[in-house]
């Protein structure tokens, strides 16, 4: 799979573009050697944001910035591994398919509307059948209950 990308001075990568996603999109844990470390903004443009139906993010990952994953209409299944960090704002943003997303302990720093919400009718709103699992006392079962969005412990 083709992906655009920079690699800072820290020798690390940012994931900034998947210009020809597939159904299954599988990203890269090292791309020219530095761990990818950061999924962009808006990384699938809006004509081919309805063909990714699952993202496996890589183990390396730390940061998901403003609306990375947004309109993804048919997006099922996200898989946010432990060791991430930070989810900015609308960082999952009009999602409507994704009824349900792990967000592991790691993550501590969650942005307005990071996950959850969908926009329509020129507004942000909560999804109703959208249901987050978490682990207890974690930043994300903090962000649900101050949202009142509706999670599960695992």
């Known amino acids: 799979m083709k992906l655009e990308y920079d690699i800072r001075d820290d020798a690390t990568a940012i994931i900034t573009g998947i210009p020809e996603p597939e159904a299954v999109i ?3 844990s090292a791309i020219e050697g530095c761990p990818v ?3 962009g ?3 699938i443009s809006l004509g081919k944001k309805s063909i990714a139906r699952e993202i496996i993010l890589p183990d390396t990952l730390k940061k998901i ?3 990375a994953f947004s309109d993804l209409r048919y997006l099922k299944k996200l898989s946010i591994p432990d060791g ?5 704002d609308f960082g999952i943003f009009t999602c409507p398919d ?3 997303l792990f967000i592991p302990a790691s993550v501590t720093d969650l942005g307005q509307c990071a996950f959850g919400y969908m926009y329509e009718h ?3 709103y909560k999804l109703n059948y959208f249901t987050l699992l978490c682990k207890t006392d974690s930043a994300a079962e903090n962000f649900a209950k101050d949202n009142g969005i509706t999670y599960r412990n695992i």
Do not use: F, G, N
């Open 26 to 28: 599988i990203l890269p």
């Open 37 to 39: 470390t950061e999924i």
């Open 41 to 43: 903004t808006d990384v």
């Open 65 to 67: 910035a403003q609306r």
């Open 84 to 88: 991430v960090k930070e989810i900015a």
């Open 98 to 100: 994704l009824t349900e």
């Open 122 to 124: 020129a507004r942000a």
